[in-house]
Structures are given as C-alpha cells and as structure tokens.
C-alpha cells in the first residue's frame, strides 16, 4: 500500500495525463501480445487444443501486420483474446487455491497462483531468451505492465479505499470473485444456486 501510494499511484494518473486513449490502448495491446505464448502454453496443459490454435494466430497476425501488437488485428478476424496462466492450469487440474495472501509488491493471492506465477516466468519466452540489451527491454517491459496495469484500475482503487468500510475484506471478496471467473473462462458458477430454497420449501412456507 505504501510503495503504491508513493510510487505506482503517482505514476499510474502521471502516465494517463500524458497520454490519450489510443496510446494506452495501443500500450496494453503489445503487453498483452507478449503474454500470447504464456497463454498457448497453459490452454495445452489444461487440453483445450483449440483456444491454443487460436492464440498462436492472433500471436502470429498481430506480431506481423498488427505492429508487434501495437493493433489487435486478430480480434477483426474472429479471434478473441484470451488469457490463460498457470494458476489457472492448477486450478483446472483440481490444485486447491489455498489461504488468501497479501504478498508485498504482489498484493493479493494464494499460494497457487504464487506458484503459478512464479511457473509462468519460465513459460515466457522473453524471461530466458538472450539478446543485446535483452535487461534492459525485460526491464522496461516489467515497469510499463505495472504503469499500464495501475492506470486501469486507478478509478476502481480509488472507490475502494473511500466507499469501503473494510477495503482489506472488500478487497479479498473482489478477488476470489474475479480469480474464480477467470478460472471458469466467464462461465456461471454451477454451485450460485445450491443454498437457495427450492419451490417445495417456498410451497411449505406458504401452507404455515
């Protein structure tokens, strides 16, 4: 909380000020576009072979003739982006997420998905690829996904730390709600309904 106070929070409402819509949409499309192969990885350990075909397209047309991802091309062709990580792979492997943690600099988490990340980091290409000022560019890519990251969600921030009486509590709901959508890829949850009361107990109320 304190290094985003002093430093990301800064930074983040700097980089909006100084840039329009188009820029930081551009900004988060390469972002995005770097993580494709990281996301191709995942959706073959968790066997869904198809949404595998479809990220190394959009990975391949907007490397390409998207500018390195600057334009997402691929989504005009039909092909949305996802996003897959190996948290998310254990979970589909049925790895229990564990304790809820606030990790520093992290924020918040479980152990899973602290091992997922950590795991995801091997996956990418560009963490172990060598090049002439290869430092430099993991470096940069590094501050600029936490810059862009940080922007997104400044109004969001900002409305839990002012409208929350608990933003610690509000916060961790937020984020198992959020993990476990991602986990599902955007499906209903099959057990939201579980305890509600079915018609017979509503019929049986009724008659009292």
Known sequence: ESVDR?????????YRAVTNEPIRKGVGNVLANLNEPVTFVNEVLQGDLNSA????????????????????????????????????????????????????????????????????????PFTWTKYDGDDIVRASRITAGAI????????????LRSQQADPYTALRRVYDQNRQSQIRNGAEDPNAYENLPSYDDYDDYEDE
């Open 6 to 14: 002093a430093v990301l929070e800064p930074a983040a409402k700097g």
């Open 53 to 124: 075909t479809e990220t190394i397209g959009r990975f391949s047309i907007n490397t390409t003739v998207g500018l390195v991802g600057l334009l997402d091309l691929a989504n005009d062709f039909g092909l949305e982006r996802k996003k897959e990580d190996f948290g998310q792979t254990l979970a589909v492997w049925g790895v229990d997420d564990g304790p809820y943690l606030v990790a520093p600099l992290i924020g918040p988490t479980n152990p899973r998905d602290l091992v997922g990340t950590a795991t995801d980091l091997v996956f990418s």
């Open 148 to 159: 862009s990251g940080r922007e997104s969600v400044i109004e969001a921030v900002d409305g």
